[in-house]
């Protein structure tokens, strides 16, 4: 691949803290290189439906602290499968050759994708199809393999450590256990780091099927040594041992058609009708995704963003930049494409939690 003179940008997939970082630092760092930089507003709908932007300085000025995107997104539209309506029927089509189309007409080259596992396997497809295209990952849920951290974990393990101190307090005033729910799909990366954090008493986690019984076991020393209160994390993904998880809805036109949800409600439920203790669940929802990222996430952020944007001036792509030992490396991103990182049941966090008396649920 020769050096490029212009590129795109995308942010696709579900919004996150830090996004408008990393926009800022690879535009930045493109345009003091000579390269023009447009974005692509929407998602992957944008290099369908043509909504591009060119940005300049003037684009990307004090938008550092600032959550969201400002070009955009969503986790719904996959140019390789692409929503259209036909004879008032929706049908899927490959629209990449048009989407390439729209890029060549603003004789972009070459593209950063800003994105998860799903917008990470679709930005794999094109650089199959010959676009040279460079990821960064971008995920609360921190299940990227091939990186230590996705950026917007950081936010919100912070916000909900935050929510456990709060927490805390009432659940000993009136002495009531109280559940959080957190995201993470299928993997309990935030539960984990936030219910260290927070100092939560059980922590359950999808990759460690819980038993009720051990749930209602840790409450009932903790009553005997006279603790009347008891805090627990519960990642939206966990499920009971030999159960299913908890389906908040079916949304068959959408890109994520399981929306889970609910099984903090559940829990609490279960413990209240099991032990007499007032129970509340609180489900922290997509306040873990708004608002403006950590200092760690900016930093993070405008590393990525800078590697980003470094690689297509080095005429590198097909790959992802990616966080190791505290240095930023390239993966090749067909590698990472389509696949997630979840906590081994020994890793080191889990064990630390054991070593203290964290109740896995196992």
Known sequence: MTTVKTIGILTGGGDCPGLNAVIRAAVKTALRRGIRVWGVQNGFGGL????MVELDDRSVSGILPRGGTILGTTNRDNPFAYAVEIDGKTQYQD???????????KGIEA???????????????????????VGVPKTIDNDIPGTERTFGFDTAVSIAGEALDRLHTTAESHHRVMVLEVMGRYAGWIA????????????????????????????????????????????EGAKPENGEVTISR?????????????????LAREVESSTGLESRCTVLGHVQRGGTPTAFDRVLCTRYGVAAAECLVEGVSGCMVALRQDRIIRLPIVDIAGRSR???????????????GICFGD
């Open 111 to 133: 593209l950063i994708v800003i994105g998860g596992d799903g917008s990470l396997a679709i930005a794999a497809k094109f650089n199959a199809l010959g676009l040279p295209v």
């Open 192 to 235: 984990l780091h936030a219910g260290l954090a927070g100092g939560a008493d059980c922590i359950l986690i999808p990759e460690i099927p819980y038993r009720m019984e051990s749930v209602l076991e840790k409450i009932s020393r903790r009553r005997q040594v006279g603790k009347h209160f008891s805090l627990i994390v519960i990642a």
């Open 95 to 105: 629209m990449s050759a048009k989407a390439l189309e729209n890029l060549r007409s």
């Open 250 to 266: 079916i949304v068959e036109n959408s890109h994520e058609k399981i929306r889970l949800g609910g099984v903090g409600e559940k």
């Open 342 to 356: 979840q906590i081994e049941p020994d890793d080191e966090l889990v064990c630390a939690g054991r070593a203290i």
């Open 48 to 51: 369908v439906e043509d909504q």
